[in-house]
């Protein structure tokens, strides 16, 4: 599990580079699909992936800003790295006695939800990977080459 955290954070880093190389109004611009553009997209995966692990699995008290907060290339990446720094050794730590502990998710509704640890990561993982996806189709759409998606030649499994 932890080397598909860490390509999901390689592709991030890498999304990021490739907003660089764009405009702030095409990362703005309303898309079919997803969150409806780029730049809130990117901040919707940092922001699940902290409030699932964080404020869901480890029950700790998160501040997770609004979009318009931080509704600029910098303050996305800056809101990541923050996040990253802190969920990170948590992801790092995993261990299998964590699989099946569970956390209680509020849904929407008022619902208590149980759910375990690890299909809660996974799901982080998954999460991440079908936004991905999203980022890439609108990339080939203002004909720019999307970051590749390739879990091989990564350097992930080289040790």
Known sequence: M?????????????????????????????????????????????????????????????????FKEVASLQKIKDLSDRCHEELAPFVYDWNDSLEDRIMIDITDEGEREPHKFGEVMRHVIAHEIHHIGQLSIWSREIGKKPV?????????FDN
């Open 2 to 66: 932890l080397k598909l955290f860490e390509y999901n954070w390689q592709v991030r880093r890498d999304w990021f580079d490739w907003c660089e190389t764009v405009s702030e109004e095409e990362l703005l611009k309303q898309r079919t699909g997803g969150m409806g553009s780029i730049l809130p997209t990117l901040y919707h995966v940092v922001a699940v992936e902290y409030g699932w692990i964080c404020g869901g699995i480890q029950e700790k008290a998160i501040n997770i800003p609004q």
């Open 148 to 156: 590749t998606a390739n879990l091989i030649g990564r350097g992930l």
